[in-house]
Protein backbone atom coordinates (compact mmCIF):
# COMPACT_ATOMS: atom_id res chain seq x y z
CA UNK A 1 0.00 0.00 0.00
CA UNK A 2 1.31 3.47 -1.18
CA UNK A 3 1.59 4.99 2.26
CA UNK A 4 1.22 8.65 0.47
CA UNK A 5 -2.71 7.02 -0.35
CA UNK A 6 -3.45 6.00 3.44
CA UNK A 7 -5.28 8.27 6.16
CA UNK A 8 -3.63 10.99 8.38
CA UNK A 9 -3.20 13.86 10.23
CA UNK A 10 -0.42 16.49 9.92
CA UNK A 11 0.22 19.69 12.06
CA UNK A 12 0.29 23.39 9.96
CA UNK A 13 1.71 25.71 12.74
CA UNK A 14 0.52 29.14 12.60
CA UNK A 15 3.02 31.84 10.05
CA UNK A 16 4.16 28.06 8.29
CA UNK A 17 3.28 27.59 4.88
CA UNK A 18 5.02 23.69 5.02
CA UNK A 19 2.59 20.83 7.39
CA UNK A 20 4.60 19.68 9.79
CA UNK A 21 6.86 16.67 8.52
CA UNK A 22 5.24 13.86 11.14
CA UNK A 23 2.19 12.20 9.95
CA UNK A 24 -0.35 10.71 12.70
CA UNK A 25 -3.15 7.95 12.16
CA UNK A 26 -5.38 10.16 14.50
CA UNK A 27 -6.70 13.21 14.83
CA UNK A 28 -6.36 12.84 18.40
CA UNK A 29 -2.56 11.21 18.34
CA UNK A 30 -1.44 14.53 16.37
CA UNK A 31 -3.54 17.08 18.60
CA UNK A 32 -1.63 15.49 21.62
CA UNK A 33 1.94 15.88 19.84
CA UNK A 34 1.19 19.41 19.10
CA UNK A 35 -0.31 20.64 22.70
CA UNK A 36 3.67 19.07 23.67
CA UNK A 37 5.28 20.88 20.65
CA UNK A 38 3.66 24.29 21.31
CA UNK A 39 5.08 27.26 21.91
CA UNK A 40 3.80 30.10 23.70
CA UNK A 41 1.36 32.05 21.48
CA UNK A 42 1.93 29.82 18.69
CA UNK A 43 -1.19 28.38 17.21
CA UNK A 44 -1.79 25.52 15.21
CA UNK A 45 -4.70 23.39 13.13
CA UNK A 46 -4.67 20.01 12.50
CA UNK A 47 -5.23 18.64 8.61
CA UNK A 48 -6.02 15.85 7.63
CA UNK A 49 -5.53 13.43 3.94
CA UNK A 50 -6.56 10.62 2.68
CA UNK A 51 -4.88 11.22 -0.73
CA UNK A 52 -2.44 13.07 -2.09
CA UNK A 53 -0.50 14.59 0.90
CA UNK A 54 2.11 16.85 -0.04
CA UNK A 55 4.12 16.91 2.62
CA UNK A 56 4.44 13.07 2.00
CA UNK A 57 3.95 13.06 -1.32
CA UNK A 58 7.16 15.11 -1.56
CA UNK A 59 8.85 12.69 0.72
CA UNK A 60 7.54 9.82 -0.74
CA UNK A 61 9.60 11.36 -4.34
CA UNK A 62 12.77 12.59 -2.81
CA UNK A 63 12.91 8.82 -0.87
CA UNK A 64 12.31 6.92 -4.58
CA UNK A 65 14.66 9.12 -6.56
CA UNK A 66 17.48 8.60 -3.93
CA UNK A 67 16.61 4.45 -3.72
Known sequence: MDPVRVPHFHIRWSGKAML???GFRTREEAEARAKQL???????????????????LDAWNLKSAQG
Open 20 to 22: DWE
Open 38 to 56: MRLGETYTIEDFDGDCPRC
